[in-house]
């Protein structure tokens, strides 16, 4: 019954019927020396892309949660997820992928429970900067051309999605074809408006920032995860040979253990 009236209670407050403040992902007592660990997926994948990484994380003690992230604006986006933040009692770690580092940065900014941030395959946006220029300002991605013909939504703005015939090389070439069928069937779109407005933030000015990716990314340039990594003076940044873009779903063990390691104490 407890049960029921904390996901009736939570469901009531997203959907603005209550005003309350609670704490709707309270830690269990016995794990209150352990930050909650927040996963922000990217765009073209879900939340079910960490499932490997939480995994890890839970078994290991860690209070867990996977954001469903709307994809529709980095500013909308960041605010939805700092309402989650900002219900978690005691303190978080942000990790984002991809898209999700822009909002990781955005909706860190301010929040007194972030410890730090973990940027996989990922972007680490100065204010001002949008996705589309930090992708474009180094050579090596072929995501525009592995994009499907975009769903019009009106006002200008489109929904993107990536071929399914080109998901698996473009997306998770490191994964067997069965894997990225699956992936590339229940991908969720991300709109350009999203991948084109400028960040408003940049949280890991002012929080520890540990970064991640693979030098098999074909979305991301390596080299701009790796310039944006030593611009925020990463803490730690590991560099896996030949990963592809969803190395959480690849390489779930070195993301878990970089996560681990941003979680402990200064």
Do not use: C
């Not at 403040?21 to 660990?37: C, Y």
């Not at 960041?78 to 940065?105: K, P, W």
């Not at 991605?141 to 006002?155: D, E, F, I, R």
């Not at 999203?194 to 080299?223: M, R």
């Amino acid at each position: 019954m407890t049960t029921l009236k904390n996901l009736l209670k939570a469901t009531a407050i997203t959907l603005g019927l209550v005003s309350a403040p609670f704490n709707a992902f309270a830690n269990d007592s016995a794990l209150t020396d352990r930050p909650t660990i927040v996963l922000i997926h990217g765009a073209f994948a879900a939340s079910d892309s960490w499932d490997g990484v939480a995994d890890i994380l839970l078994a290991d003690g860690y209070p867990v949660v996977s954001i469903a992230n709307p994809l529709r604006s980095v500013s909308g986006d960041a605010a939805y997820a700092r309402s989650v933040i900002d219900s978690i009692e005691g303190d978080t770690v942000l990790v984002g992928h991809s898209y999700g580092g822009m909002i990781i940065s955005a909706a860190a900014s301010g929040a007194a429970n972030v410890k730090s941030l973990v940027y996989v395959a990922s972007f680490a946006a100065e204010p001002g900067e949008t996705i589309a220029q930090l992708a474009g300002q180094f050579p090596g991605s072929t995501l525009g051309q592995a994009l499907a013909t975009p769903v019009p939504l009106g006002n200008g703005i489109n929904d993107l999605y990536i071929d399914q015939a080109k998901f698996g090389p473009q997306f998770a070439g490191d994964l067997p074809v069965e894997k990225t069928r699956l992936m590339a069937a229940a991908q969720r779109p991300v709109t350009d408006f999203a991948l084109n407005e400028p960040a408003q933030s940049a949280a890991w000015k002012d929080l520890p920032s540990y970064h991640i990716f693979g030098t098999g990314d074909k979305n991301i340039p390596p080299a701009a995860m790796a310039f944006m990594a030593e611009r925020a003076e990463s803490r730690k940044t590991v560099v896996i040979d030949d990963a592809s873009h969803v190395l959480m779903v690849s390489r779930p063990q070195a993301v878990a253990d970089l996560i681990i390691e941003a979680s402990q104490p200064e």
